[in-house]
């Protein structure tokens, strides 16, 4: 199978402060990333997309300048949520793309946010 | 319109009954995949099963089935001998368009089903 971790899977942090949370593939290379929003009891809502060595494309509604997110290398992509608000608090999950026939997506374990 | 629909927001199943779980989509494509993810509470999205547009036979994995009726344009999820480790949220998403290189296409999701398999 494939392998994607997050970190942290939990964070509490307080209103204005940002918060870094990494994607990383652990057996493949995965050139696209996605960072996904999931509300308590909905689907997911994608961010953006994250290509390795590009800038981001970023789903209607979604701010840049908010959801910094950076793909440095084939097996990292980050997500900084930057001066972070309760309204931000949500399960932010990412997924890396491992290609081939089917273009699979799998997914990391997801970090809770919860801004105080 | 919806992408991806899935009509069921719970099901309800007997341990080592086989359940299917709807989902039904929408697409101009002719090229594009349909893949089924299993969210148990931990929140993880753990990949079941895919299938292609152009694939002829069903997708099967272990327990899972897919039931694919291109006609209608739905892809139905099918798990056999339920077992209480199944009950989670499922989800049904699909990807548009051929697959390229760079794998950049992203996945439409459903708003999932919740099933609870009942010992």
């Known amino acids: 199978g494939a392998v994607v971790s997050q970190h942290p899977s939990r964070v509490i942090c307080k209103s204005g402060t940002s918060v870094k949370i990494e994607c990383r593939s652990l057996?493949?290379?995965?050139?696209?990333m996605f960072w996904y929003r999931q509300f308590p009891k909905q689907s997911l809502m994608l961010m953006a997309t994250s290509n390795e060595g590009s800038k981001a494309t970023y789903e209607q509604g979604v701010e840049k300048d908010k959801f910094l997110i950076n793909h440095a290398s084939l097996t990292l992509s980050t997500l900084t949520v930057t001066s972070a608000h309760p309204e931000d608090s949500s399960f932010y999950i990412c997924s890396a793309d491992r290609g081939g026939s089917t273009d699979t997506q799998y997914f990391g374990p997801g970090t809770r946010l919860t801004v105080l | 319109a919806q992408k991806i629909t899935q009509t069921q927001p719970g099901m309800f199943v007997q341990e080592k009954e086989a359940v299917t779980l709807d989902c039904t989509y929408d697409?101009?494509?002719?090229?594009?995949?349909l893949f089924w993810y299993k969210q148990p509470s931990s929140g993880e999205m753990i990949f079941l099963i895919y299938?292609?547009?152009?694939?002829?036979q069903n997708a099967t994995e272990g327990r899972y089935s897919l039931n694919f009726q291109k006609a209608r344009k739905s892809a139905n999820l099918v798990i056999s001998a339920s077992q209480l480790g199944d009950s989670a949220m499922y989800f049904c998403a699909m990807r548009e368009g051929r697959v390229i290189q760079t794998g950049a296409n992203n996945l439409f999701f459903g708003t999932g089903t919740r099933l609870t398999v009942i010992p």
């Open positions: 299938q292609g547009s152009y694939d002829e």
């Open positions: 697409t101009s494509d002719q090229s594009y995949g």
């Open positions: 057996d493949f290379q995965a050139t696209t």
